[in-house]
Nanobody, 125 residues
């Protein structure tokens, strides 16, 4: 059974950095399209960053371009999100997600069928 477990969230001041991690278990080599999503209170869930199976293709929400970087380590079944220059509006629950097929291009629209439990990121002034 595939499981995703996020870690690395916390509280940080605006302008600071955090690195989120997502550990994938129950499968070897995680041959998935993967992504990070977030949901703030009272708002819909939105895609933050996505990465293709091979890691060569990435997609970012306009609001995080230039500040966030998604990466993956398939050998160790890990997904990462480096978040720099954090803003108040980045406060949200962040979720790791996987779509169980190989993709050559990253996209938020893939049918993500595995989700982690989320890790909270709180940015304060």
């Amino acid at each position: 059974q595939v499981q995703l477990v996020e870690s690395g969230g916390g509280s940080v001041q605006a302008g600071g950095s955090l690195r989120l991690s997502c550990a994938v278990s129950g499968v070897t080599d995680a041959p998935f399209c993967m992504g990070w999503f977030r949901q703030a209170p009272g708002k819909d869930r939105e895609g933050v960053a996505a990465i293709s199976t091979g890691g060569s293709s990435t997609e970012y929400a306009d609001s995080v371009k230039g500040r966030f970087t998604v990466s993956r380590d398939r050998a160790n079944n890990m997904l990462y999100l480096q978040m720099n220059s954090l803003k108040l509006e980045d406060t949200a629950m962040y979720y790791c997600a996987a779509a169980s097929f190989r993709c050559g291009s990253a996209a938020f629209s893939w049918p993500y069928n595995y989700w982690g439990q989320g890790t909270q990121v709180t940015v304060s002034s």
